[in-house]
């Protein structure tokens, strides 16, 4: 395995566990905290359903765009790729602003939201351009500015003084900070993309729109089935919920007590508790897919092995996952104390979040191999093959949500998780096997 490879993830891991975390642990972990798990599991309700579509804003063009490059060291028609994330932040905002009118959804703060994640798209365009180009440092500056700029707005919102920071105000504030922190990133991902051009490879016969779309179809359909059974999980979590969360003595679910949107907040508020800091975990493995991506594309093109990559890539994630496992099935309940003091109103509800926490932390380990076989696959272009197993998986997590998240609720979705994760690993791992032969 290459040095530069080690220095570059390296200097990526350092600057995002410097400055991500914090805002996990200590602004969301806050936030929550102030507001409760119903007003935070509103906005967290509103974030899901933002990002649920978020998948038509990026199309698969991030990752097209960072294998395009890294295979062939050009960038096929840019301007149609920017015309193209325009046109695709129209049609997402309509699709987020129906689902909001479907679900009773707070619309203004949804579509504030939906203009967030319209700024995060863009920017992981702008870094998959620097990414392609093996620009990874230049990268690893860019995937933190966000999250940065928002640390410090938000830390003002909280510990300012000037602001109240309870229920809707709270909200507007916390939203507040990551436009900002969104923008001055997006600002400085155009800065760092102009100020070095890519290549760009002319092309003779001025291949037609429709032509071009369909070189990056599956990247596009595969992206949506796979944030569709990902992200899912809260919404169904809203919805299911409302209904009892135990089936009644008849047996008939359609007796059981309907309960209100608070409640269904709250269990969505509880499933935030514990993804948080699943996401938190995820940070080393996505930011290892960001690299790996361009590097398996570049030594698949040069017909390279890159055998030294996986087995490193999968030793570290085993150590780490089986930890993280441990420690949240063996410790989840003081964990959770000592981050949430106070949240829990007993001793039963403090031992159904820990259950979700086991569950949601068991299920680092599945997503984390993704990271790793599924992007071997992505970059071997196998993407109709890799749609077909994120259908499947989004049938199965379906069918899992419906059946367990009227019974335990936000337990329910957790268990979900990680079966359906669990399937897409296995999968992605004997697609990866059979590939390298």
């Known amino acids: 395995m290459s040095r530069s490879f080690v220095k570059n993830l390296v200097w990526l891991q350092v600057l995002n566990w410097a400055v991500k975390p914090l805002w996990i642990l200590l602004i969301e972990r806050e936030v929550q ?67 909001g009118l479907w679900q009773g959804l707070s619309l203004g703060l949804l579509l504030w939201v939906a203009g967030n994640q319209i700024m995060a798209s863009t920017v992981l365009l702008l870094r998959a351009v620097l990414q392609g180009q093996h ?3 230049a990268d690893a500056i860019l995937s933190i500015s966000d999250r940065l700029v928002a640390l410090f707005a938000c830390s003002y919102f909280l510990w300012g003084g000037h602001f109240e920071f309870s229920a809707l105000s709270g909200l507007k504030y916390f939203v507040a900070a990551q436009s900002l922190g969104y923008a001055a990133s997006l600002a400085l991902g155009l800065t760092l993309v102009l100020s070095r051009q890519p290549t760009i490879e002319d092309i003779e016969n001025h291949e037609s729109w429709l032509s071009w779309l369909g070189s990056f179809k599956w ?4 992206a949506l089935l796979m944030t569709l059974y990902t992200r ?45 800091l699943l996401d938190a975990a995820l940070i080393f493995t996505t930011l290892l897919s960001t690299q790996l ?12 092995s890159s055998d030294d990559l996986l087995k490193w890539s999968t030793r570290g994630i085993l150590a780490a996952g089986l930890l993280g496992a441990s420690l949240a099935w063996f410790a989840g309940e003081e964990i959770l104390t000592r981050l949430y003091p106070g949240l829990y109103g007993s001793a039963a509800e403090l031992h159904n979040a820990s259950v979700v926490f ?73 697609k990866c096997r059979e590939l390298r032969g």
Request: hydrophobic share 50%; glycine share 10%.
């Open 219 to 222: 990247y596009s359909l595969m």
């Open 358 to 430: 086991g569950l949601l932390m068991s299920s680092f380990l599945p997503m984390a191999l993704v990271h790793v076989y599924g992007t071997y696959v992505t970059a071997a272009g196998e993407l109709k093959w890799l749609s077909g197993l994120s259908a499947a998986g989004l049938l199965l997590n379906l069918a899992l949500n419906g059946y367990y998240i009227p019974l335990v609720g936000a337990a329910g979705a957790a268990l979900s998780c990680l079966v359906t994760q669990g399937f897409f690993a296995l999968g992605c791992w004997y």
């Open 135 to 137: 620009r990874f440092k």
């Open 293 to 304: 991506l361009p590097m398996f594309a570049k030594r698949m093109a040069n017909q390279e």
């Open 232 to 276: 899912l999980d809260v919404l169904l979590l809203n919805t299911w919920s409302r209904v009892g969360l135990a089936l009644p003595e008849t047996g008939n679910l359609n007796d059981a007590p309907v309960r209100d949107a608070s409640a269904a907040y709250q269990q969505a508020g509880i499933y935030a508790q514990s993804f948080r």
């Open 33 to 99: 905290l102030r507001l409760g798990d119903a007003w935070y599991g509103q906005y967290y309700v509103l974030f899901n359903a933002a990002l649920l579509f978020a998948v038509v804003l990026d199309a698969g063009l991030a990752n097209y765009t960072a294998r395009e490059i890294a295979s062939k060291n050009a960038w096929n028609r840019p301007l149609r790729l920017f015309g193209l994330r325009l046109g695709l932040g129209a049609v997402y905002a309509l699709l987020v602003l129906g689902l």
